[in-house]
């Protein structure tokens, strides 16, 4: 079952000036780590739970969903929900007519050398920032989003996410 918005990916073009740049808004910001695509993020982690991932490539993947929209200026190119049930979630969505992939492991190795595993279930590129990517966790959520981080700007989380549509009825 859905919990909740997971996070919030804004792809960048330099990771370090990214994190200063929310450090300077007032952001604590987590080194998060390496992922085998070729990317690495860093994390702002909310009281409610979301958090917004930075990301950027240490290596070049065209192939990789995010290489483009960052080519294109980047920004917030995509969202992700938590399940609890990510199978069965899977099911119900490609029921109500959602192009999933199947269900695929991922990691990211923290600075600190600790893997992190989750799954992801990734739409179809053309619902890509309609529909979100779907992550169930392997390790404890805690090891790869840090819990108790408290920002000088006071943020406390993700109120409100807003999707815009070409088109209601088929989104």
């Known amino acids: 079952m859905l919990t ?37 993020n860093a994390l702002v982690p ?3 739970g979301a958090y917004l991932e930075l990301i950027a490539f240490y290596e070049p993947n065209p192939a990789h969903r995010w290489w ?10 995509d969202f992700c929900a938590a399940t609890d ?5 899977v099911a119900a969505w490609r029921a109500a007519g959602v192009a999933l992939a199947d269900p695929a492991p991922m990691t990211r190795r923290r600075p600190d050398g600790y ?14 920032g ?11 959520r805690a090891e790869r989003v840090p819990t108790g981080v408290t920002h000088p700007n006071g943020v406390q989380g993700v109120d409100t996410l807003a999707v815009a549509v070409a088109a209601l009825d088929p989104a």
Do not use: K
């Open 85 to 89: 049930g990510l199978a069965s979630d």
């Open 46 to 48: 909310f009281a409610d």
């Open 115 to 128: 893997e992190v595993q989750w799954v992801l279930a990734i739409p179809a590129e053309e619902q890509r």
């Open 4 to 40: 909740g918005i997971d996070h919030l990916v804004i792809a960048v073009p330099d990771l370090d000036a990214a994190v200063a740049s929310y450090r300077a808004l007032g952001f604590t910001v987590i080194p998060g780590g390496r992922h085998t695509v070729g990317t690495h």
């Open 130 to 140: 309609v529909v979100p990517f779907l992550i169930e966790d392997r390790t404890p």
């Open 68 to 77: 483009w929209p960052l080519q294109r200026g980047g920004g917030l190119v």
